[in-house]
């Protein structure tokens, strides 16, 4: 399964560096695992921005694309299959204040706590195994000390 984080908003490069080391290892800790058909990549967009900024990124819904589509969002083309997105919002004074492990234990909580949305949407993924997906996911970050 392809599991990765992608960074929304306007943090400093040392914090941006964090997520996109840990989406690394997401990746990397999850490439050989699958839980079903029905999602093969999930992605968790990682909101971040200054108060005076918050107005200009709205809420998402989460997304799930089943099948094969190609999106082109900067001019270069891009394949999603059965894949499932939503984003989560964490707290840019906390978050840019941390220190590298405050910090991604603040990513950590809401990452696990995001998942409830797998079971408000269960009836979309008919072969997928949130349950084993969850455990999995917590005990990654329990073997990093995060939880």
């Given amino acids: ?40 990549s999930y992605t968790i967009g990682v909101v971040c921005v200054a108060p005076q900024f918050e107005q200009f990124f709205k809420e998402t819904k989460p997304k799930y694309t089943k099948g094969k589509k190609i999106i082109n969002p900067d001019g270069i083309p891009f394949t999603l299959e059965d894949s499932f997105e939503y984003s989560i919002k964490i707290d840019f004074d906390d978050f840019t204040k941390a220190d590298k492990l405050a910090a991604l234990k603040i990513i950590t909580k809401e990452i696990l706590f995001s998942l409830k949305v797998l079971d408000e949407l269960k009836g979309k993924f008919k072969d997928f195994n949130t349950i084993k997906f969850k455990e999995d996911l917590e005990l990654f970050f329990k073997e990093r000390k995060l939880v």
């Fill in 1 to 40: 399964m392809e599991i990765g984080l992608a960074i929304i908003g306007n943090i400093d490069q040392s914090k941006s560096d964090l997520i996109i080391t840990l989406s690394d290892e997401l990746k990397e800790g999850f490439k050989n695992k699958n839980y079903g058909a029905s999602i093969k």
